[in-house]
């Protein structure tokens, strides 16, 4: 961690385009939440948070700045800055009607009550843009992240929003904390029924993109948030190595595949898995249609003949179409069809090379 006293100086480097932002504001200003965290932890540039106490759009005019994105319902805008998208948010407060319900902001907060509604202590921290380079830290969130403490503010957070569970794994994945004692206990009575299953999937798709992914999931699953299949062990052992090497890195998206390991379906992946293909064209046949997560995984369960499927053969084509079997007088409809498939899978295997005995092939098999 960086010494608190080096704070100005590593938000300079960090994010050279506030200065402007201090110097011009008419309002108080301040860098809040994750950006202020990982100044402190010194892991450099993250996604930019500001409070203004005041109109973010004033705010924005005076710096000369066109909105390209404006959620009036939270107070919130986006800005390019110095080749960056900041987000400019008016301080606000918030409530929870009832337990898992979105919350009912009002603006024209103080940074106090702004920082009060945040999750965890860690993220309830700020900086001023202008004046005194200090740390507003009314929580202990610097304290919690010297000890590597994840710590809730308030013990009705989980009851109020349960999505907040995952964003502690994402957080103690991400960060290496462990869970402060009270919140490990809140977090194990979170009930995930009283928010909406959409909300509930699209926090998991946040900690699924997350390098950390397997390791939030499994903490989630050691708080007894929710339980990993029965397959996970397997899948995450060997996810990693693939994901990352050809011929399936780029191919499939990757929180798809850590979500599909965690939850499943699996059973198309078993079949394929358990499948012992002898010729390029069996295991075409048996791949082909299936979506490349549910061959992944079959990958990860050790069906290696995929590897040949993925970087070779499916991507073996002929050198005739239908018209070349039309024109060499096979009649139209299924004739077309078998001949051109007996033909591929003669030269997946081998058997026929060049468009002239393809065609061969093809007419002899639509007969």
Do not use: C
Request: proline residues 6%; hydrophobic residues 50%; negative net charge.
């Amino acid at each position: 961690m960086i010494p608190v006293e080096r704070l100005g100086e590593a938000m300079r480097a960090a994010y050279p385009e506030l200065e402007r932002v201090g110097r011009i504001g008419r309002d108080p200003v301040f860098l809040v939440g994750g950006a202020v965290r990982d100044l402190l932890l010194g892991r450099g540039r993250v996604d930019v948070d500001l409070v203004v106490e005041g109109d973010p759009e004033t705010l924005a005019s005076v710096l000369g700045l066109t909105p390209h994105a404006n959620h009036d319902r939270f107070g919130t805008l986006k800005v390019e800055l110095g080749g960056h998208e900041i987000d400019i948010a008016a301080a606000r407060s918030e409530r929870y009607p009832e337990p898992g319900a979105l919350p009912v902001v009002e603006r024209g907060a103080s940074l106090g009550e702004d920082l009060a509604r945040r999750d965890f202590t860690v993220n309830a921290m700020a900086v001023p843009l202008s004046g005194a380079i200090e740390l507003v830290d009314p929580y202990g969130g610097l304290a919690d992240l010297e000890a590597g403490l994840l710590r809730v503010l308030h013990p009705a957070s989980f009851v109020d929003d349960p999505t907040r569970a995952i964003r502690a794994a994402r957080y103690a994945a991400r960060l290496d904390l462990r869970l402060e004692a009270e919140t490990e206990q809140l977090i194990r009575a979170t009930d995930p029924d009283t928010v909406s299953a959409d909300r509930w999937r699209a926090e998991l798709a946040r900690l699924a993109r997350e390098p950390t992914a397997a390791a939030g999931l499994e903490e989630l699953a050691g708080w007894e948030v929710l339980e990993l299949g029965e397959r996970w062990e397997v899948l995450a052992a060997a996810l990693p190595e693939l994901l990352a090497d050809s011929p399936w890195a780029g191919e499939v998206d990757w929180a798809a595949a850590w979500l599909a390991a965690a939850f499943g379906p699996w059973d198309d992946a078993v079949g394929l898995a358990a499948a012992s293909p002898t010729q390029p064209s069996q295991a075409w046949t048996l791949a082909r249609g299936h979506e490349p997560t549910e061959l992944l995984l079959a990958r990860a369960l050790g069906a290696e003949w995929l590897d040949d499927y993925m970087g070779v053969w499916r991507e073996v084509e002929l050198e005739i179409d239908g018209a070349d079997l039309v024109a060499a007088g096979v009649p139209e409809g299924p004739a077309v069809g078998r001949g051109l498939a007996a033909a591929l899978r003669l030269k997946l295997d081998g058997k026929v090379a060049g468009r002239e005995q393809e065609l061969a092939a093809a007419i002899a098999a639509s007969a």
